[in-house]
């Protein structure tokens, strides 16, 4: 018997002449919309290299980390895949001195043809290198960490991002402080092999300064920019400061901060953040939380934005944290989209997370199921059968394993299955589901085995 209970309608023209259902095409045909957040899941502290035409962004993984570390992989920055790296981990990144704090704040550089990363681990700050950006990554200094822990807890050993000059010089930022107050910045010199320093460690704390420093050079001057407030709530915001050396002295520029909450946007929080250039036009990436916006939660989402520079003033501009921007068309693989005229399911936990949002080509919304479900399904409806071959989904986490079954049907009477995972589950995003045959296939369900109180969400359905 169908199961109509929970049944949405979802309007027709929802982008449906799209390439991509996370991108719409522009005017001029050389760029598309990106909307924000970028990546489908709770991820904070983004850094990001390019490398054989793909994009990596490394990212902690929220709440307050994992015992590993995540990578997004993409050759457009639209279709994202994620990835776990096999270093560094909680369990290989242990020193005598070491907390109890997880894998945090990755920032990864590539120097000549290696690729060298900088991690907070237990309050730690490691380093490992790579012939790839997927690894395998190995520990430069074996099983001891580049900076230890402070015992004094005048500062907090965490957040450390690689800059190199246009000289070839390497240097390192890191540092925060305890308890959301007295941050500290501390800078130094890298040797060539860039896990040993060259120079002593000095304070370049500039004002305002709480952690997550990144520094950038234009015009010879360097801009020192790094967040302030706390990453829990609304205060968490990026501020900068100016000096001619990578040592300063820093002195915070005039419109800082350059990117702070905007309650008319809903974005909150916004922060650590790094930034990079890509043909020609200037980016930076950052977290904000997830929506509703929750105080005293991790639950953060990576977003970008273009920036710009004031020549004049030897200045950042002050970024407007838009939810749509433009990024260069680099979609080469051509794929016809297929929208489902309703979508319809067991149960929605509230308003805010109804089954329409699987289809809205928006990462800030997602459907979840109520918690007194224990049949949890949600079915899509087409207007013509066998217009598709795959269906593409993002779970809410993709390092979580998910006991599902996705089946097919005609009538939405009878069934039958095209994929089961309710065994051994499965995990990832994305997870790709091949109809083999799909001649007659209208409508298509996907059931999970729910266990205990455990979140059963979705963020993203595509249909190809």
Known sequence: MKKNFGLLFLFVALLSACNNPKQESVEDGDMV????????????????????????????????????????EST?????????????????????????????????????????????????????????????????????????FDESRYYHVIDAEAFIDDDGKAYLYWGSGWDWKNGHCFAAELNDDMATFKTEKIEVTPNRYFEAPFMIKHNSKYYLTYSEGKTIDETYEVRYAVGDSPFGPFEEAPNSPILKTTDSLKVYGPGHHTMFSYSGKNYMLYHRHRLPFE???????????????????????????????????????????????????????TVYTRAVN?????YSTLWEAAKYDRDVQLTAEFAEAGQFNNI????????????????????????????????????????????????????VRISFDAKGDERLAIWDISFY
């Not at 899941?41 to 980390?65: L, Q, R």
């Not at 991790?298 to 004049?312: K, L, P, S, V, W």
């Open 76 to 148: 457009d920055f639209v279709n994202w895949t994620f990835n776990k790296l096999n270093w560094p981990t909680k369990q290989e990144c242990i020193s005598p001195s070491s907390n109890n704090n997880m894998v945090w704040a990755p920032s990864v550089v590539k120097k000549d043809d290696k690729f060298y990363m900088y991690v907070s681990i237990g309050s730690e700050v490691w380093c490992g290198k790579a012939d790839h950006p997927l690894g395998p990554w190995e520990n430069i200094l074996g099983d001891k960490p580049m900076i230890s």
């Open 295 to 349: 105080r005293e939660a991790a639950y953060r989402q990576i977003c970008m934005n273009e920036f710009f520079f004031d020549e004049t003033n030897s200045q950042i501009k002050n970024i407007v944290p838009i939810n749509t921007l433009k990024f260069p068309n680099l979609t080469s693989e051509e794929r016809v989209y297929v929208k489902p005229v309703s979508i319809f399911a067991s149960s929605e936990k």
């Open 33 to 72: 919309n990106i909307q924000n957040p970028i990546i489908p899941g709770y991820f904070a502290d983004p850094s990001i290299v390019e490398h054989g035409g793909k994009f990596y962004i490394y990212a902690t993984v929220d709440p307050w980390g994992a015992n590993f570390l995540s990578c997004w």
């Open 358 to 362: 699987v289809l809205d080509g928006n």
């Open 392 to 443: 593409s989904i993002r779970f809410e986490y993709p390092q979580r394993i998910y006991l599902v079954k996705i089946e097919v049907s005609s009538d939405n009477e009878d069934w039958r299955l095209a994929e089961d995972y309710t065994k051994d589950g499965i995990s990832g995003s994305p997870v790709i589901v091949t109809v083999k045959d799909n001649t007659d296939v209208k409508y």
